[in-house]
């Protein structure tokens, strides 16, 4: 048999084993020695292709596809350097527990180290950023190589869900000629055996928990099932709940506004229950970290997410597991002062806040507090720096039927208008992106998978001319010729410009109420908000007085 049919074969079941682990989509990116995996899977019409030529921004619009999903979703390369341009998106992935599956195409044996172009060791590629690593053998026809081949797509996949989920690689190498055998049958998906477990625990290991004053503190990204679980176990125990705005909380327990909340007086608990790593807030860590209740650390899979390392107990369950559990050992809730305390500090944050807004002027702060509300419908994705700490900070509530999302998992900039439109692909809702100039900057080949796809994406452009973030922090006191190169970085750029190029319609309104109008409406667009760097410092500065003063 030649080699074209053999590859095809080979190639045909491993896709097949890729689909009966439940992959559906997948996001390729041109080149020439993923030929016939790439055609193959464009071809298939169970599996839904994207195409992005930018590998970079591929890897983060697939983060996006299985943050909106829970899906896994595979990537595809070529060899060489392509395949390297993954790695940002694979660390994020990783520190996330999101399902990617890395499937880099190789050159065989003996094009390696001979100075072949377009060659390089891909061999463990992403080091200890990935659960597993395989090297696929080259493509063979016979039943125990199609068989192996499938086996490898299906156990990849398995690997990249199994708790805690997290991205894979699967390298393959192969030879010329690279054209597959068109003409062949897709071979069936075969169902393979998928092994489940549902932990539970035992009502009488919670006693040291319950019936106590405690607190409940949520970190990283929550789908909406996750937070109502949430919210039922914050009333059944009568216990208040933080975290950020990721986390998609709400309910009557829920405190938001937590940063300004936690530079305050709030009551000490007797216990503190947390979720998954810590929250954004940096007072409700330095908050956490001087406490001296006992603290029990839930995670869905063992991932041992404790900053503090403070954790008395630490177990393995998802929300909903944990609530069951909770619910079956039938504790008596906390008495209702105690919530009542901390609802009259949240109180006394959320008035002042409100009093520094009495005049309302569109600018950073003005958009970080009332832009979760402004929104219905849809999705809000959130940009590490500003974007994220000023929602945190200043927003009171969210519009009806909004899911947050964000990359957290290593804080990067890189790759978030990509992963915005993965999620919008993805979720067939519209979403609005909340990002700064920089972050934009860093990312804007990802408005072509926007105007590739026609996506419902409404930017909002948050632009000081440089790293806002920095002026919060300790370098805003180096001198200006220091600080202004090095960390303020102004682009001078023009947006509207930028814009144009990806055919976005772009705004920049003048007041509140323009702003308001333009969202929540169809199709693609860029809204750019100026302000200054101080100009958010300024305001929360203003605030943590008014607060100091409150107290005293």
């Known amino acids: 048999m030649d080699a074209q049919v053999s ?132 493509p063979e026809d016979n039943p125990a190589m199609r068989t192996y081949a499938n086996w490898r797509g299906w156990t990849s996949v398995a690997q990249a869900l199994a708790a805690p989920a997290g991205p894979v690689q699967v390298n393959l190498p192969l030879r010329e000629p690279l054209l597959p055998d068109l003409t062949l049958p897709i071979p069936p998906v075969t169902p393979h055996r998928v092994l489940a477990t549902s932990p539970t625990l035992a009502p009488a290991a919670l006693t040291p928990w319950l019936g106590k004053r405690g607190l409940l503190v949520v970190g990283e990204e929550r789908t909406p099932a996750e937070a109502a679980a949430l919210a039922e176990l914050a009333a059944l125990l009568g216990w208040p709940l933080v975290g950020d705005p990721l986390a998609n909380l709400a309910g009557d327990h829920y405190l ?68 069951a559990a909770v619910q079956a050992a039938q504790p008596a809730p906390a008495p209702a002062s105690w919530l009542a305390t901390w609802r009259q500090a949240a109180q006394r944050v959320a008035r002042l806040i409100a009093a520094s807004f009495a005049t309302p002027v569109l600018d950073h702060s003005l958009v970080g507090r009332k832009l979760p509300e402004w929104l219905h419908d849809q999705d809000l994705f959130l940009a590490s720096s500003n974007a994220i700490r000023l929602v945190d900070r200043l927003a009171e509530r969210r519009g009806n039927g909004v899911r947050v999302f964000g990359n957290r998992g290593v804080n990067g900039i890189d790759g978030l208008l990509s992963t915005a ?10 979403l609005t992106l909340l990002i700064g100039d920089l972050a934009f900057f860093h990312d804007l080949n990802g408005l072509a998978m926007v105007k590739r796809y026609r996506l419902p994406l409404t930017v909002v452009l948050l632009n000081n001319d440089g790293g806002g973030i920095f002026s919060f922090l300790a370098q805003r006191k180096l001198p200006a010729a220091d600080f202004d190169p090095l960390f303020a ?64």
Request: charged residues 15%; neutral net charge; aromatic residues 6%.
């Open 489 to 552: 970085t102004p682009q001078g750029l023009d947006f509207q410009a930028a814009a144009a190029v990806y055919g976005l319609p772009y705004h920049r309104p003048a007041d509140p109420a323009a702003f308001r109008a333009l969202l929540n409406q169809p199709g693609a667009r860029l809204i750019e908000v100026g302000d200054s760097q101080a100009g958010p410092v300024d305001r929360w500065h203003r605030l943590q007085a008014a607060l100091k003063g409150a107290n005293q």
């Open 256 to 323: 938001p506004q937590a940063d300004l909340l936690f530079q305050g007086a709030v009551p000490t608990p007797e216990v503190i229950i947390r979720f998954g790593r810590l929250p954004v807030t940096k007072p409700l860590s330095q908050w956490l970290a001087k406490q001296t209740a006992p603290v029990l650390l839930v995670e869905d899979g063992p991932r041992f997410h404790d900053q503090h390392q403070r954790a008395a107990a630490q177990v393995s369950l998802s929300p909903a597991a944990f609530l």
């Open 421 to 430: 439109a993965g999620i919008c692909a993805a979720s067939d809702r519209p």
């Open 7 to 138: 590859m095809t074969k080979f190639l045909l079941a491993f896709i097949a084993g890729l689909k009966a682990g439940g992959v559906k989509q997948v996001v390729i990116s041109p080149g020439s020695r993923s030929t016939p995996l790439a055609l193959l899977l464009h071809r298939d019409p169970e599996v839904e292709c994207f195409l992005d030529v930018d590998e970079r921004s591929a890897a983060f619009f697939a983060l996006g596809l299985t943050k909106a999903t829970a899906a896994p979703v595979a990537l595809v390369c070529t060899s060489g350097s392509a395949a390297a341009n993954y790695y940002p998106a694979v660390c994020e992935a990783e520190a996330t527990g999101q399902p990617l599956v890395l499937l880099t195409t190789d050159r065989p044996a003996e094009l390696q180290a001979v100075g072949a172009p377009q060659a390089m060791n891909q061999h463990d590629l992403y080091s200890g950023h990935v659960k597993t690593m395989v090297d696929l053998a080259l």
